[in-house]
């Protein structure tokens, strides 16, 4: 099962991420500019698993570029406590 099927498996894999690129020096701009370019593939190139990747997705298509940069920001900020840091 890859971790794009099961929502609370994604957020944590996305904290794990997160945490390790924060451990490797990245800071908040950096992080914030990689999570707006894996939206914006994850967009363009898979297809949603589930119910809340298929509402990102949606949001995505409607968002102006500032909106799905905001977006990016907010998944960011919603996996900060997740992981298994």
């Known amino acids: 099962m890859s971790v794009l099927d099961n ?5 944590d894999f996305l904290g794990d ?3 390790q690129g924060i451990d ?3 800071n ?3 992080v914030n500019d ?3 370019q894996i939206g914006d ?3 363009k190139q898979v297809e949603p698993k589930n119910d809340q990747e298929k509402i990102l997705a949606d949001l995505w298509s ?3 570029p500032e909106e799905q940069h905001a ?3 907010m998944m960011v900020k919603l996996v900060q406590n997740d992981g298994t840091h």
């Not at 929502?7 to 957020?11: A, H, I, L, R, V």
């Open 7 to 11: 929502w609370q498996q994604w957020k």
């Open 17 to 19: 991420r997160l945490h």
């Open 24 to 26: 490797q020096g990245l």
């Open 28 to 30: 908040k701009e950096t």
């Open 34 to 36: 990689l999570a707006y």
């Open 41 to 43: 593939y994850l967009a």
């Open 62 to 64: 409607v968002a102006s």
């Open 71 to 73: 977006i990016a920001n």
